[in-house]
């Protein structure tokens, strides 16, 4: 599915306003730019162009997400999804998948708070219900808990992949260069101890024996190959 984060947040606009205002839906363009760009309930705060906005229309249209939704005698083009025909999901489910849309990752209690306006919830085992069967159609996946955090996070997937991927790839990238710079580190304090004991023949460290000079060659080669990675 892999929409971008544009497609992603005018469908869910699309669904918000649905509910929320159904008297002023379908959505015209304009309309549809300042529900994207509006700083409340949305993370995060966007500011789209209009030409963005019907980029993101055209290829969701193209997806069967959207379509254009002008009556007779409509004097401004208009939207509407046709998300919940197209992957075939409940009310309840919907609404979910629109707060994770609008303000992405979001711990069961959270959407149960946030989905109010959308969607009237019974207990809270019944949004865990609902994500447990988009998550089953690989719709919605469940995010370990983050150091200090108590509670699981649930993320939506029509959109997400790529970030996801970014985000490892950062974190990997993030861990290697702090894996070089301990090594170069250690390697700096190596080499320094081994450049005063030629200066010193007397000196010693923790009674080793003190190495002989190709040995200190070998080390400031390894930490010119290090600083290089």
Same mark, same amino acid.
């Given at each position: 599915m ?6 992603i ?5 699309l ?5 929320t ?7 015209s363009?304009?309309s549809?730019r300042?529900?994207?760009n509006?700083a ?5 705060v966007v500011e789209?162009?209009?030409e963005t906005?019907?980029?993101?229309i ?13 009556g ?8 509407r999804h046709?998300?919940?025909?197209a ?7 919907l ?5 994770l849309?609008?303000r992405?990752?979001q711990t ?12 009237s919830?019974?207990?809270?085992d019944e949004?865990?219900?609902a994500?447990?069967n988009l998550?089953?159609? =690989?719709? $919605?996946? *469940? /995010?370990s808990?983050?150091p200090?955090q108590?509670?699981?996070?649930? %993320?939506?997937l029509?959109g @997400?992949?790529a970030?996801a ?5 950062r974190?990997t990238a993030?861990d290697r260069?702090g894996?070089?710079? =301990?090594? $170069?580190? *250690? /390697?700096?304090?190596?080499l320094?101890?081994l450049r005063l004991?030629? %200066?010193?023949?007397?000196? @010693? ?10 040995e200190l060659d070998?080390?400031e080669?390894?930490?010119e190959e290090?600083?290089?990675?």
């Amino acid at each position: 599915m892999d929409a971008d984060a544009a497609e992603i947040r005018v469908l869910g606009c699309l669904i918000e306003k649905q509910r929320t205002t159904p008297d002023a839906y379908p959505l015209s363009l304009n309309s549809l730019r300042l529900a994207c760009n509006q700083a409340t309930n949305r993370e995060p705060v966007v500011e789209y162009e209009e030409e963005t906005i019907r980029i993101a229309i055209g290829r969701l249209s193209q997806r069967g997400w959207v379509r254009l939704a002008s009556g007779r005698g409509s004097r401004a083009v208009k939207y509407r999804h046709l998300l919940d025909e197209a992957i075939g999901v409940s009310r309840a489910e919907l609404s979910l998948m629109c707060v994770l849309m609008l303000r992405g990752p979001q711990t069961l209690g959270e959407l149960k708070q946030r989905s109010e306006r959308l969607h009237s919830f019974g207990p809270l085992d019944e949004v865990g219900e609902a994500l447990e069967n988009l998550a089953g159609r =690989e719709l $919605v996946e *469940r /995010l370990s808990r983050r150091p200090g955090q108590k509670e699981e996070r649930y %993320r939506q997937l029509l959109g @997400e992949k790529a970030a996801a991927e970014d985000t490892t790839v950062r974190h990997t990238a993030g861990d290697r260069i702090g894996e070089l710079e =301990e090594r $170069v580190a *250690r /390697l700096e304090g190596e080499l320094a101890t081994l450049r005063l004991s030629l %200066r010193n023949p007397s000196f @010693e460290r923790g009674g080793e024996s003190i190495p002989d000079r190709p040995e200190l060659d070998a080390v400031e080669d390894v930490l010119e190959e290090a600083t290089h990675d």
